[in-house]
């Protein structure tokens, strides 16, 4: 009994560690970008400091300025700032948008400082960030300062910063600018530290950080056949490698998936007043998508509950999309796949069916199935 008992102990402890020493991260999370399925995580629920990797936050905040190429003047305040920088100068005078590349590329604590100065002032920003995380939903996520150094209730988790950054992604001047190896502003030239630029196909940012206390952080994105995979690692010390490992594990589970053919019958629609009962509402397109592991999509379709002859073929009857977590990856028409003719026996000629009919054209009636 001791040694089955014994032997029970080992298999576990062997399972657990083989789980653990997968990756070098205290916590980890994997998302697909667009759906924001949790793909692979390791304790992705609990809070921890995220150093640097704040900026993505600091980052979406400035890229949603009006007039990002404005220019400003950066205080003397700004340009003290202790930790990694940008080297702004006091008195110098810049466009916004290059400070938001040093922030993003330098991870310069001045330009996180800068930014929130110049987007309201430091408290006004820090609110603004801690109001955009609880409109994300990101219920775990709290922020004492714009640039990521330590702080009593400054925290994250690892699934909650990686669908910051997946929503952060979806602003296309924070794209551009951390998926930017290198940016010249002036004399200064600012080359991106996320090195997953260089290391990894597809690789389209997001974020670095490290301070003693959260240790080595990242936040890495990738695109391949269209669908984006968000790593996230806190407290790594092999996170490029791991980074890599992650990323090659979620795109390797992915798989094209097909609905739909071009042309194929969705539903059939009646006709009233045709020379035929009913026509087929047919697909204008393929319905098909990539699917990663652990999503499962839905295909909903809608069309109008009837039509009047005369019928033409191609005419739009309805619409398909396939979704995914409430989100839609891929949509398309549906068109009548025949003619109807006008059975002239059947038309009813009255004035009150040719105002139905003309209001129910105008209104284009759609029921979902």
């Known amino acids: 009994m001791k040694a089955k008992l014994f032997f029970c102990l080992v298999f576990v402890a062997v399972v657990c560690a083989g789980r653990t020493a997968a990756y070098s991260a205290a916590a980890y999370a994997v998302i697909a970008a667009n759906t924001g399925v949790l793909l692979d995580g390791l304790q992705e629920n609990q809070r921890l400091p995220m150093a640097s990797t704040t900026k993505i936050m600091t980052g979406l905040l400035a890229a949603e300025e009006k007039d990002i190429d404005r220019i400003i003047t950066v205080s003397p305040e700004c340009a003290g700032v202790e930790g ?71 925290y994250t988790t690892a699934y909650e910063l990686a669908k910051l950054a997946a929503a952060a992604l979806r602003n296309e001047t924070f794209a551009e600018v951390v998926a930017t190896k290198s940016y010249t502003s002036g004399t200064r030239t600012m080359v991106n530290h996320n ?26 994105a990738a695109e391949r056949n269209g669908r984006t995979v968000v790593a996230v690692t806190l407290h790594d010390g092999n996170d490029w490698n791991d980074h890599i490992q992650m990323l090659d594990a979620a795109f390797a589970t992915m798989q094209r998936e097909q609905w739909a053919q071009a042309g194929e019958a969705a539903c059939s629609i ?70 109807a003719e006008l059975d002239v026996s059947q038309e009813d000629t009255s004035k009150k069916e040719r105002f139905l009919l003309w209001w129910d054209r105008f209104r284009k009636r759609i029921v979902t199935e």
């Open 195 to 220: 090195k997953m630029l260089r290391l990894y196909e597809g690789a389209v940012g997001v974020k670095t950080g490290y301070t003693m206390t959260a240790g080595r952080c990242l936040v890495s």
């Open 270 to 339: 009646p006709v009233e007043t045709g020379t035929k009962a009913k026509v087929n509402a047919v697909y204008a397109e393929d319905i098909s998508a990539y699917l990663l592991q652990k999503e499962e999509a839905d295909l909903q379709i809608s069309c109008v509950d009837f039509l009047y002859a005369p019928v033409k073929k191609g005419t739009v009857c309805g619409h398909a999309k396939l979704v995914c977590e409430d989100t839609v990856l891929q949509e398309t028409e549906l068109i009548c796949g025949s003619n």
């Open 84 to 154: 990694s920088s940008m080297y702004l100068q006091a008195g110098e005078q810049l466009p916004l948008r290059d400070v938001l590349y040093g922030l993003m590329l330098c991870s310069g604590n001045d330009a996180a400082e800068c930014i929130a100065e110049q987007c309201g002032g430091r408290d006004a920003f820090v609110a603004r960030m801690n109001a955009r995380a609880q409109e994300l939903g990101l219920t775990d996520t709290h922020f004492d300062n714009p640039s990521g150094l330590d702080g009593e209730t400054h």
